[in-house]
């Protein structure tokens, strides 16, 4: 069985300026990583994923996470965010094995919270 | 246009009554997934389907049911027997069942016990 920790609940962060949000995971076995985000009152919208090969893996809206396998993390991060990227954002694992097939595990999530 | 939806977008229960979430996908995706969110909790998995007429418990399936007689469809019903069924309920589809395979989400069902 594999678990997620996302470590910061809320991450305020002013527009035009970098940020980062954590994931770290626990498992066994082999894993693939994705990142979801949620505007408000609306499902989950997946950012990127990592399967395999390179490490660092861009996705949409100018998003881009690292898999870091020695320490089991995969951070998302943004160069310069924008009010529209206020949302809570969610890391999630699944792994290779038989009985998890196409069963996600989710972090609690972070919400994003971009200031002027 | 394809896409998961999610009907009602707001749904209020009164205790003891049994209630029923509809999902339908037209992307013709092999798996679905009904997952609860709370608040601070992510999701947590309720129910999910590989295949047509097969269904698996999840992490918290207590005081849910599910059905899958059609590939495109996967309703939920939480029962009187859920002793906390207020959070907002999500479904979500993927093309198969393999661990690589990116989920596709609804936009999600608010459902309320007065």
């Known amino acids: 069985a594999q678990s997620v920790t996302q470590l910061d609940s809320q991450v305020p962060v002013f527009e035009e300026a970098p940020v980062e949000l954590r994931c770290n995971y626990s498992?066994?076995?082999?894993?693939?990583l994705f990142w979801y985000v949620q505007y408000p009152n609306q499902g989950l919208q997946l950012l990127l994923k990592?399967?395999?090969?390179?490490?660092l893996v861009k996705g949409i809206n100018g998003f881009e996470a690292e898999f870091n396998k020695s320490q089991t993390s995969f951070h998302l991060r943004k160069p310069s965010v924008h009010i529209s990227d206020t949302a809570e954002y969610f890391c999630a694992v699944s792994d290779r094995t038989t009985d998890s097939w196409g069963k996600f595990q989710f972090g609690a999530g972070t919400q994003v919270v971009v200031t002027p | 246009d394809g896409g998961i939806t999610q009907s009602p977008k707001y749904l209020f229960r009164k205790e003891g009554q049994n209630v029923t979430l509809s999902c339908e996908q037209n992307?013709?995706?092999?798996?679905m997934y009904w997952y609860r969110q709370d608040p601070g909790q992510g999701l947590r998995l309720i129910y999910y389907s590989q295949i047509v007429n097969d269904f698996q418990k999840g992490d918290i399936a207590e005081g849910y049911s599910v059905s899958r007689e059609k590939k495109e469809s996967f309703p939920l019903t939480v029962t009187s027997a859920q002793k906390n069924p207020t959070a907002f309920y999500l479904c979500?589809?993927?093309?198969?069942?393999?661990?690589?395979?990116?989920?596709?989400f609804g936009p999600g069902t608010r459902l309320t016990v007065l």
């Open positions: 498992s066994s076995v082999s894993v693939y």
């Open positions: 990592y399967l395999s090969g390179s490490t």
């Open positions: 992307l013709n995706h092999d798996a």
């Open positions: 979500a589809s993927a093309m198969g069942w393999l661990a690589t395979n990116e989920q596709f």
